[in-house]
T-cell receptor, first 117, second 114 residues
Framework: AQKVTQAQTEISVVEKEDVTLDCVYE???????LFWYKQPPSGELVFLIR??????QNEISGRYSWNFQKSTSSFNFTITASQVVDSAVYFC??????????????FGRGTQLTVWP | DGGITQSPKYLFRKEGQNVTLSCEQN?????MYWYRQDPGQGLRLIYY???????QKGDIAEGYSVSREKKESFPLTVTSAQKNPTAFYLC?????????????FGPGTRLTVL
């Protein structure tokens, strides 16, 4: 079975603070893919990043960075110097080849991030 | 511009009525998905379709129906059998084949049952 856990329901920070969103996943598959999506107040999910299970290299994109650790089954997302525009719900998702639906995503419950000015 | 459109953005329904949510994509994607989102919940899969004229139930298909007569279109009907249909509905699509391809999402339809 595939499962994604985002234990942080809500996080509030003040602008310019760094913030890390946690994601823990469960799968028995050896080949799988992890995703992060952002859902702003408008509602549409925006793709942020994809990672495959064979690539544990961390990634940085501007103020965003991702830390993938297979040993702890985690794929955490850090926003450096947060801004008000970062306020959104962030979802972590998992796709595994062993699933009955090729390409289906299993989502965590999401973390509501609020950045105050 | 390529993308996914969903209509209407807001939909109100009386109890006992069926309603159909539209989802259209011009990304030439083979696979399409319908998700339901409730407050504080993640996205739950209702139905998905890998190719035209074929679709499968997801985790919460009861009370919903779909069709896939064209590659570009994947409408979702919320029937009167759905006991608690008030929710935010998201449609997504992706290229088929490799499971690492990300899904692209539409803007969503917010359904409220009066």
């Amino acid at each position: 079975a595939q499962k994604v856990t985002q234990a942080q329901t809500e996080i509030s920070v003040v602008e310019k603070e760094d913030v890390t969103l946690d994601c823990v996943y469960e799968t028995r598959d050896t080949t799988y893919y992890l995703f992060w999506y952002k859902q702003p107040p408008s509602g549409e999910l925006v793709f942020l990043i994809r990672r495959n299970s064979f690539d544990e290299q961390n990634e940085i994109s501007g103020r965003y960075s991702w830390n993938f650790q297979k040993s702890t089954s985690s794929f955490n997302f850090t926003i450096t110097a947060s801004q008000v525009v970062d306020s959104a719900v962030y979802f972590c998702a998992l796709s595994a080849l062993g699933g009955s639906t090729l390409g289906r995503l299993y989502f965590g419950r999401g973390t509501q991030l609020t950045v105050w000015p | 511009d390529g993308g996914i459109t969903q209509s209407p953005k807001y939909l109100f329904r009386k109890e006992g009525q069926n309603v159909t949510l539209s989802c259209e994509q011009n990304l030439n994607h083979d696979a399409m998905y319908w998700y339901r989102q409730d407050p504080g919940q993640g996205l739950r899969l209702i139905y998905y379709s890998q190719i035209v004229n074929d679709f499968q139930k997801g985790d919460i298909a009861e009370g919903y129906s779909v069709s896939r007569e064209k590659k570009e279109s994947f409408p979702l009907t919320v029937t009167s059998a759905q006991k608690n249909p008030t929710a935010f509905y998201l449609c997504a699509s992706r290229t088929s084949g490799a499971s690492y391809n990300e899904q692209f999402f539409g803007p969503g339809t917010r359904l409220t049952v009066l």
